[in-house]
């Protein structure tokens, strides 16, 4: 069973950057198509951003796009998110997770298996 842990989170400004951090374990090489999510304060769920087990693919959602990166590293075992020109509606719990299956399709969290505890970034203006 794979084990995943955020960091990275904290305060910004608008317009200040974060990168967030998700250690992976449970497995000797990434082998999952790896993702993003978060869940502003009162609202649903959302995808930010995935890949693929190989790093070729990504996806990001319209919110993002331009502003955001994922990458992953399989040396460290890790998946991370870029955030630049962070907005105050960037403000959430951002969540890593893991989908048991090489290849990504849609970016939706009931196609993902494992979680992990998130961590806050809170972006004001």
């Known amino acids: 069973q794979v084990q995943l842990v955020e960091s990275g989170g904290g305060s910004v400004q608008a317009g200040g950057s974060l990168r967030l951090s998700c250690a992976v374990s449970?497995?000797?090489?990434?082998?999952?198509?790896m993702g993003w999510f978060r869940q502003p304060p009162g609202k649903e769920r959302e995808g930010v951003a995935q890949?693929?087990?190989?790093?070729?693919?990504?996806q990001y959602a319209n919110s993002v796009k331009g502003r955001f990166t994922i990458s992953q590293d399989n040396a460290k075992k890790s998946v991370y998110l870029q955030m630049n020109t962070l907005k105050p509606e960037d403000t959430a719990m951002y969540y890593c997770a893991s989908r048991r299956s090489l290849y990504c399709t849609v970016l939706a969290g009931s196609r993902f298996n494992d979680w992990g505890q998130g961590t806050q970034v809170t972006v004001s203006s």
């Open positions: 449970g497995y000797a090489r990434i082998r999952n198509c």
């Open positions: 890949i693929s087990a190989d790093g070729a693919s990504t």
